[in-house]
């Protein structure tokens, strides 16, 4: 238990790694982007997790409960949100390829190629 | 380079990196037992320096507002190369009306979805309203609300039909909204310093604790970084599916 | 906590190798939504409530939206070669 986030976050990446190398559809090698930054989501959650404490709101709280680390919550949820925009960058640079090239296999693509 | 080769480059890669990443994982802190004081010092002292309660929103508009304005600028880029990208084959003029749907075959959108979908989009955007406006008493905050309201409006789009969708959701008015978004961040960070403040320095009152109205520029900047999360997010969705509409004239460049 | 834990980041694992061995990109955008539902559990199990808000809606609506659109005008878009 010790390890199993930090082996989960890298198990992800490694899997997001050979999704994107073995890829042969540029739409699917963009999914497996997706997996690669949720790797880093959780590595950065299990990072500040700690044993018995609440979610880092006080509303109906007193102050001095122990609560888990908010400054890395604080990271992760920009970082999604800014990595849904990435994304969709990413596929209308795919659509731009498909258009002038006419396939999306990364393997048909290779640069100086007519 | 051939698949195969690459592959094997790739699998001698990996078991040269792997005794350092096993190194890693095995010095990490223990699970469970985060050792750094930084996030304790915060959660201790926020709820009386700047009298709010959802700590990650402190954080994100206060203590780290700079790391937001970055991102949401980044935001900002990204919706704005999208656009430019697919806007750029069609022309600007046409970005205010439908296209056709070329030969592919249109289905009838049934009653029962129709109704389901008017019944639930204003209890979304209500949702998502809410959860901007309690940014920071509550989990929530811009970022959430924005893609809640965003996703809530392809309901429109599935309810009725295409050419009602692109009439209630004016191309300008979320382009006009996502720039008001950064704008609004920018003139937080230098609005104080018309007074003499730091750049981005919370010099609003700050108001009761638990009442709606409290953390001062928090609720400023929050605002401006959901209008530009939810503008943005809508301005992709129309383009990305203006997109599956065929091109009206065999399409240019 | 651990026995809810343990099980979630297994489940995770398993909904990220789902999405890779997804080849067909059709399937690919339906398994990225399970990939979201599972994560934003997990957030949730690790106290995170504000950054699973996030996860749900991005996760789960818009980015399989996309991937969606993106598919049907690749196939309806024919370039002129």
Redesign the interface.
Known sequence: ???????TA?WLF?VG??GV??SRHYVHLIGCLTVMQSATYIALL??????GSV?????ARS??TP?????????V??????G???T??L???T??VH??RGTVNP?RLRPLRP | MT?RM??VL?ALC?LMIAPA?VA???R???????P?P???A???TT??QRHV????????FDY?AF??LG?EL??VA??T??LV??RG?RGESLSDRAAQA?E?PVCERSEAVTLACRLFFPIIVTFGIY?IMHAQ?????G??G???I??GT?LLYLGESYRLWRRLVHSLLFDMMEATGAIVLVLCGLGPMLRGAAFLENVLPLGQT?ALICGGIILVENAGVALA?TA??IL??V???E??R??RD??G? | MIALLVPMFLLVAATGAGVVLAREPRRQALAIAVNGVALSLLFVALRA??VA??EI??GT??VP??FL??L??LK??RP?S
């Open positions: 238990m010790n390890y199993l986030p930090w082996v890298a490694a790694i050979y190398m073995t299990s990072v500040g997790y700690r044993f979610a880092p709101i006080f509303y102050d001095s609560a888990v680390d908010p400054v890395l919550q604080a990271m949820l920009t970082d999604i949100v800014v849904a925009t990435v969709a960058l596929l209308a640079l659509l731009q258009k002038k393997e | 698949r690459r592959l790739a990996a990443v890693v994982i095995g990490m802190p223990a699970f469970g037992h985060h750094l930084y996030g304790d915060i959660n201790r709820v009386a309660t959802n700590m990650v929103s402190a954080v994100n780290r790391d937001t991102e980044m935001l990204a919706v190369g999208t990208l697919l084959r070329g592919r959860v008493l509550t989990p929530g905050g970022f959430q924005g893609a809640i965003a996703s392809l638990g999360v943005g997010f992709l969705l383009e990305f599916l997109e599956t065929a091109t065999g399409g460049s | 409530p504000d808000y996030s809606a991005v609506a818009l939206l996309m659109s993106v049907v005008s309806t878009d002129k």
